[in-house]
């Protein structure tokens, strides 16, 4: 469990009117976007999905988006290095807000990490790319060891 959440002063703050302009907080988020970023949203079932999710977060008083930015920037508890189980970071090139490089370090620290670099995604990637995260999800078995197929 992270330690950490957005202190309750700011909640408020950072989520007044948000049910009434989720969707205009995406389109204005959209507008920094990738083409293939903004593809994901066109598909109304995935931008909802995300709309309730914000909202959600924000009517339990925990803005998860702003959240995520402060659990990235504190301390998690253990060491990238310890982790030995075989990892993938996947990360979209095109991604407005998150520096690939961060990804590229983070697997470095990793002794089984790889970097999947994904050259035509952003920061959706997990909607872009969906089929191929699978395909390495359905590569592994329970250890984390690659099957034979």
Not at 39 to 49: E, H, L, S, Y
Not at 96 to 118: D, G, I
Request: net charge negative; charged share 20%.
């Amino acid at each position: 469990m992270v330690p950490w959440k957005v202190p309750t002063k700011y909640d408020r703050l950072l989520t007044k009117n948000l049910a009434s302009r989720v969707h205009q907080y995406f389109n204005d988020t959209l507008q920094h976007m990738p083409q293939v970023d903004k593809q994901v949203f066109a598909d109304t079932r995935i931008r909802q999905n995300e709309a309730n999710a914000v909202l959600e977060g924000a009517v339990n008083g925990n803005p998860s988006f702003i959240n995520e930015l402060f659990i990235a920037s504190t301390e998690w508890g253990f060491d990238l290095k310890d982790i030995n189980t075989p990892i993938s970071f996947w990360h979209g090139k095109l991604d407005p807000y998150v520096n690939w490089k961060a990804s590229e370090k983070m697997a470095a620290q990793c002794p089984n990490a790889k970097l999947q670099l994904v050259e035509d995604a952003g920061q959706f990637l997990i909607y872009s790319h969906w089929a191929q995260l699978l395909d390495e999800v359905v590569g592994l078995d329970a250890s984390g060891l690659r099957w034979d197929i």
